[in-house]
Every structure is written in C-alpha cells, then in structure tokens.
Antibody, heavy 118, light 107 residues
Framework: QVQLQESGPGLVKPSQTLSLTCTVS??????????WTWIRQPAGKGLEWIGR???????NYNPSLTSRVSISLDTSKNQFSLKLSSVTAADTAVYYC??????????WGPGILVTVSS | DIQMTQSPSSLSASVGDRVTITCRAS??????LNWYQQKPGTAPKLLIY???NLQSGVPSRFSGRGSGTDFTLTVSSLQPEDFATYYC?????????FGQGTNLDIK
C-alpha cells in the first residue's frame, strides 16, 4: 500500500520561502507511471493544484504560481519537495502531497497545515 | 484554465435518499473527470475516475455519468458515512482544476 507523508515547518514568516517534503513508502518514486504532485486547500475552501514532477525531472506548475514555485525529487530518499517563495497570508493552507497516475489522484498524504504569519 | 462548476453548493438529505450532484466544465473535457469525497480534517478520497469508473473499494451505491461538459455523481441510497464534501476535478489539460465542492449534510 502506497503511503505519502508531508513534513516541514508549520509556520512561515511573510516574504520567506515555504519548504515541504513528501516521503513516499510502499512504492517507488522512480515509477514511470506516475507524477508526484502538490495540492493545497485554504481553510474552508476548495482545492488548488500547485504542480507536479515526473521521474525524468520534468515539472509542470500552475500558471498562477509558476514564478514562485519549485518542485524537486530525491530518488535516493524516495522523497519529493515543494518550495514556494515570497509567501503571504494568502498562501496559508493545508498542503497535500499526492500521487497522480492514469489521469487521477489516487494516493494522498494526510496534509500539513502551513500558516504564514509574523 | 478550465472552470469546473458544481451544483448545488450544499445539499441536505436523509439516510436512504438518492442524491445527485452536477459538475459542469467550461469546455469539453471528454470523460477526463474524477470525483472525490472529503470528510473534515482528512484528505480527499478518490471515488470515481474517468467519469464513470468506480475506484476499487468504493461502494457500488456511488455512480458517475457524463461526457463533454456535463457530469453527475449519484449516491443511490445515502448512508451515514456519506455525509461529506464532494469535489469534481478534470484531467483534460494543465492546470488541473477542481469544482468548488458540494457539502452534503444530514437533514
């Protein structure tokens, strides 16, 4: 059974960089059948796709965030990571790491709340 | 971006009721449409993929239909554990987007 787990600081100051890591267990991040994805959800609101990375290193980002976001892979640790720069209060949300394959999001981490506040 | 619009935004129903949630895409997305269920404090769970395919382990009272721009999710007989928020999501092109959600609560 594939499991994903987010980790990182729960509090980030405005203008700083949010950094999160997702650790994958029960499956290899080197799979050529899946993309590794970040999705976020502000409290009481809907879901926003942030971006994804493939084993080749190819990335795709939401145009609304592309100037501030970066996703990377560490195959030696079976992890992938998210960096979001110049954060504001609008970036406060629960961040999910998610596996995407065959056109749908099938495995989700439990989510991590990141609050942007001084 | 393709906009996904769900209706209704909220719905009250009773155990045993049949309910239908609608999702409309701002352009044709063929059958690249998925449905998720989310309960408070937990991650979304995949219910239906490719418009009408039931994810493994999901009860058969859930069903999905549609293609092009109009889609439905139906729960044939609501159970207590079905009260949750439901989201549609397209995988037709990037960026993937979700509907705003339908909150299904107990009448």
């Amino acid at each position: 059974q594939v499991q994903l787990q987010e980790s990182g600081p729960g509090l980030v100051k405005p203008s700083q960089t949010l950094s999160l890591t997702c650790t994958v267990s029960g499956g290899s991040i080197s799979s050529d059948s899946h993309y590794w994805t970040w999705i976020r959800q502000p409290a009481g609101k809907g879901l926003e796709w942030i971006g994804r990375i493939y084993i080749s290193g190819n990335t795709n980002y939401n145009p609304s965030l592309t100037s501030r976001v970066s996703i990377s892979l560490d195959t030696s640790k079976n992890q992938f990571s998210l960096k979001l720069s110049s954060v504001t209060a609008a970036d406060t949300a629960v961040y999910y790491c998610v596996r995407y394959g065959y056109w749908y999001f099938d495995y989700w981490g439990p989510g991590i709340l990141v609050t942007v506040s001084s | 971006d393709i906009q996904m619009t769900q209706s209704p935004s909220s719905l009250s129903a009773s155990v045993g009721d049949r309910v239908t949630i609608t999702c409309r895409a701002s352009q044709s997305i063929s059958t690249y449409l998925n449905w998720y269920q989310q309960k408070p404090g937990t991650a979304p769970k995949l219910l239906i993929y490719a418009a009408s395919n039931l994810q493994s382990g999901v009860p058969s009272r859930f069903s999905g239909r549609g293609s092009g721009t109009d889609f439905t999710l139906t729960v044939s007989s609501l159970q207590p554990e079905d009260f949750a928020t439901y989201y549609c999501q397209h995988s037709y092109t990037l960026p993937y987007t979700f509907g705003q959600g339908t909150n299904l609560d107990i009448k």
